[in-house]
C-alpha cells in the first residue's frame, strides 16, 4: 500500500510537495475489575497520514497551502487516488507564508536506547511483570483496586517527502490506568491515576501504585478545608511539569511568531537559576523519538540556562517564520538547576499540594490555578491533611521568587524538580 501511494504523490503534477506519514501498531490491551482478568486482546493495525502541498501566488506574494488526510487499509485504489486529488484543491484554498519542506539529513537516526532493551525481552513477560508488580502492591486492608486497564504498542514509523527525506524507527510505549478504593468510618474515597512508560521499571511501578493509594488513603482521612492560608505553596508531581510547560511554550517559535510571547532571549526571570532542556532521548519516556513528523533528525537543544531565555525551538515551518534554526519538535523537557534540597524548602509554614483535581496554565497569559483534592498544611510544626479550596496565581509575578529542589524525578516526558515552592500565589478556602 506505501508504495502506491508514494507512486500516486509522486506522478501528481498539480501539487507542489507531499509528506507521507506510516505507522505500524502492534499492541496488547488488558482489562481487569479488581484481580480478575476481563479483557485480553492483541491488535496490529497500520494507517497512514498524507499531507500535500500547494503553492500559490497573490499581489506578489508566495504562499504555500497545505491540506491533509488519512488512509486505511480498506480504502480502494480509486477512494485512495481521489483522496490525493482533492487535497490538491483543499491546500489550493490555504494561503501560509511561504515555507521550504526539509530535505534529507546525511546522519543516521539513531536508535533508541528503550527499543534496543525491550527488543530483547520476551513480550509476554515483559506483561505478565508489569500485572505481578502492580497487584504486588495491592496488600491494603482499607484500600483496593478497584479496576486497571493495560495498553502496552510497539509502533513502526516511516516518514517520507517530496525532497527526498526516508526515515524509519521504532519506538515502544505503554500505559496503565489504576483505579483504587479506600475506606474509612466515615468517609469513602476512589483515586485514579494514569501511568505513562516505555519499559518495565519495577521501582517506578510500584511508587506509582503506592502513591496512588497513598492519595486514596489522604482524601479519605482529610478534613474540609474553611478559609485560605496566607502562607507560601508548595507544588509537587505533575503540578510541576504544568508549571514549567509555560517556560517551553514561551520559547516556541509559533507563539513567537504569533506575537503571543512576553518573555524576552537573555532576560533575568528569577533568582533560582533553572536550565531547560529539550530532549529526542529521556530514561523511560513513551514519546522519545529522534524524528519529528516532519522527518527532521533532533538533537538536544537549551532553550533556557541560569534563568535565562537562550533559545527558540519549534518545527520547521514556524522555525523559519522567524529565521530561527530548525530544531523540530523535540518531544522531552528536562528541567535542572534548583539550589535548595527538597529538606531545605519544607520549613516554616507551607502548604504542599499532593493533588490537584487538574493545574491548568496557560502559556499566553501565564494565570494557572487548580483545585485541591489533597494537601497537607504545615504550621506551627504541625501537619493537617486538606482537601479544597484552590491555588491561583500568574507565573509572571511568582517566577522571581520561586525555589526548586536540586532532587529531580521523572514523570511522562519530563525530568523535573520534585518540589517548587511559590511564595507569591494564592491559596482560597471552600
Known amino acids: 500500500m506505501l508504495e502506491y501511494i508514494v507512486k500516486l504523490l509522486k506522478e501528481n503534477s498539480t501539487m507542489d510537495g507531499w509528506k507521507l506519514e506510516e505507522t505500524v501498531t502492534t499492541g496488547r490491551e488488558a482489562f481487569f475489575i479488581k484481580d480478575a482478568l476481563q479483557m485480553n486482546r492483541k491488535k496490529k493495525v497500520t494507517h497512514w497520514k498524507v499531507t500535500v502541498y500547494k503553492e500559490t501566488n497573490e499581489d506578489n506574494e508566495k504562499y504555500l497551502g497545505s491540506a491533509m488526510t488519512s488512509i486505511s487499509p480498506g480504502d480502494s485504489k480509486e477512494a485512495i487516488a481521489e483522496k490525493i486529488q482533492a487535497l490538491v484543491y483543499n491546500a489550493s484554498l490555504i494561503k501560509n507564508p511561504y515555507f521550504e519542506l526539509p530535505g534529507i539529513s546525511q546522519e543516521e537516526v539513531p536508535v533508541l536506547k528503550k527499543t534496543k532493551e525491550i527488543n530483547e525481552k520476551n513480550q509476554e513477560q515483559l506483561f505478565q511483570d508489569i500485572i505481578k508488580c502492580l497487584y504486588g502492591r495491592n496488600i491494603h ?67 506509582m501504585t503506592d502513591d496512588t493509594f497513598a492519595k486514596a488513603k489522604g482524601r479519605a482521612l482529610a478534613q474540609k478545608a474553611a478559609k485560605g492560608m496566607d502562607c507560601p505553596v508548595i507544588l509537587t508531581g505533575e503540578a510541576i511539569t504544568t508549571f514549567f510547560s509555560y517556560f517551553v511554550a514561551q520559547a516556541n517559535a509559533a507563539l513567537v511568531y504569533k506575537k503571543a510571547t512576553v518573555i524576552e532571549k537573555g532576560e533575568s526571570l528569577s533568582e533560582e537559576p533553572f536550565t531547560i532542556e529539550l530532549l529526542p532521548e529521556l530514561g523511560n519516556s513513551p514519546y522519545s523519538k529522534y524524528v519529528d513528523e ?12 541560569e534563568g535565562k531565555l537562550l533559545e527558540y525551538h519549534g518545527d520547521t515551518r514556524y522555525c523559519q517564520y522567524i529565521g530561527q534554526e530548525i530544531t523540530g519538535n523535540i518531544p522531552n523537557i528536562s528541567v535542572t538547576g534548583g539550589t535548595k534540597e527538597k529538606s531545605e524548602m519544607y520549613t516554616g509554614d507551607f502548604l504542599e499540594v499532593i493533588w490537584f483535581s487538574q493545574f491548568q496554565i496557560s502559556e499566553v497569559t501565564g494565570e494557572f490555578g487548580g483545585e485541591i483534592r489533597l494537601a497537607n498544611y504545615y504550621h506551627d510544626g504541625k501537619m493537617t491533611v486538606l482537601t479544597g479550596g484552590s491555588v491561583t496565581g500568574n507565573i509572571t509575578e511568582v517566577m522571581k521568587r520561586m525555589q526548586i529542589s536540586r532532587e529531580t524525578q521523572e514523570l511522562d516526558n519530563y525530568k523535573c524538580p520534585v518540589a517548587c515552592k511559590l511564595f507569591d500565589a494564592h491559596y482560597s478556602g471552600e
Do not use: M
Open 294 to 305: 516532519d522527518g527532521v533528525l533532533l538533537k538536544p537543544v537549551t532553550i533556557y540556562k
Open 141 to 207: 486492608k482499607n484500600g483496593k483496586v478497584n479496576s486497571c486497564e493495560f495498553f502496552y504498542e510497539e509502533k513502526k514509523y516511516r516518514i517520507l517527502n517530496s525532497n527526498g527525506i526516508d526515515n524509519a524507527y521504532k519506538a515502544y510505549s505503554g500505559q496503565i490506568e489504576l483505579v483504587v478504593d479506600w475506606k474509612e468510618e466515615s468517609e469513602e474515597s476512589e483515586v485514579f491515576t494514569i501511568y505513562n512508560f516505555a519499559d518495565f521499571d519495577k521501582q517506578a511501578l510500584e511508587k
